[in-house]
């Protein structure tokens, strides 16, 4: 919870889309040997969508603290 208040999760959501995105690679190089490819669009989706999500939060705070327009923060 406090990770995602502070945009920490945009590190594991780039890893969810790229692991989604090779994922997706190996089961079609397996020839059908493997499955999953329901799985892999899964993360590889919910990893852009958080990423996505991060970026927003992360320019929501920026803005709140330039719009702001103090630097004594609270002293």
Do not use: E, W
Request: aromatic share 6%; glycine share 14%; charged share 5%.
């Amino acid at each position: 919870m406090c990770c995602s208040a502070f945009g920490l999760t945009i590190i594991p959501s780039i890893a969810a889309a790229i692991l989604g995105v090779l994922a997706k690679g190996d089961i079609a190089r397996s020839g059908g040997a493997l499955s999953g490819h329901g799985q892999a669009v899964t993360g590889l989706v919910t990893g852009i969508i958080a990423v996505v999500l991060s970026l927003a939060v992360i320019v929501f705070f920026v803005v709140i603290i330039v719009a702001d327009g103090s630097t004594n923060f609270g002293y």
